[in-house]
């Protein structure tokens, strides 16, 4: 069946201005991750829903990050105002959402580069 | 909050030799440690993990032990193939996997 994906694959954009990561999770999966891996580095947990609900944003870094998922399956991570320390890939992970199986399965990820 | 270190950071292998790449995590109360191998352009994929109340476990080629006491975990390949060329990441959480804390990663490179 179909994995997580995410869209775009690739968005460059200039400092300051607004951006939308998009992500579909596998169907019937109701927890769903958002990570930014920066280059050589270990996937960086930014927030996760359960259902429609954020459940954990403590990884959000300021403010200029909000992620929604409106309808408990698709999730849009956006960005405000933002800067070149924001450059990296933001991969999207969902799962089945129970303690006794959760096993996260990624998409492949948007490389976002702000000039 | 929780933090995890991997070591090493890179690690090449002759075909057919063993590797074994080392974490140490620092919050007692993570209790699920996955492995993930991570390929080129791609997201990483679980291949192997481990809860606090198991001490080792095996699936074919690859095996994950873990120390609570001492807050280590490691992943232990053999056979080593030139497919298993990748960055591996370990990771710890609590209360079952959703919040996860990743490790920086090794690179494994395998010469045929």
């Known amino acids: 069946g179909a994995g997580v994906s995410q869209t775009p694959s690739n968005k460059v954009t200039e400092k300051g201005k607004y951006v939308e990561l998009r992500c579909d999770p596998i169907s019937g999966h109701t927890a769903l991750y958002w990570y930014r891996q920066s280059l050589g580095q270990g996937p960086e947990f930014l927030i996760y829903f359960q259902g429609t609900g954020a459940a954990d944003d403590s990884g959000l870094p300021n403010d200029r990050f909000f992620a929604v998922r409106p309808e408990g399956s698709v999730s849009t991570l956006k960005i405000q105002r933002t800067e070149r320390g924001d450059s990296a890939v933001y991969l999207c992970?969902?799962?089945?959402?129970?303690?006794?199986?959760?096993?996260?399965?990624f998409g492949p990820g948007t490389r976002l580069t702000v000039l | 909050g929780e933090n995890v270190e991997q070591h090493p950071s890179t690690l090449s292998v002759q075909e057919g030799d063993s590797a074994v790449i080392k974490c140490t995590y620092s919050d007692s109360a993570s209790n699920y440690f996955p492995w993930y191998k991570q390929e080129l352009g791609k997201g990483p994929q679980l291949i192997i993990d481990i809860r606090s109340n198991v001490g080792e476990k095996k699936d074919q080629r690859i095996a994950v032990t873990l120390n609570k006491t001492a807050k280590h975990f490691s992943l232990h390949i053999t056979e080593t193939q030139p497919e298993d060329s990748a960055v591996y990441f370990c990771a710890a959480s609590i209360f079952g996997g959703f919040k996860t804390i990743f490790g920086a990663g090794t690179r494994l490179f395998v010469k045929a």
């Open positions: 992970a969902s799962s089945l959402g129970t303690s006794r199986d959760n096993e996260q399965f």
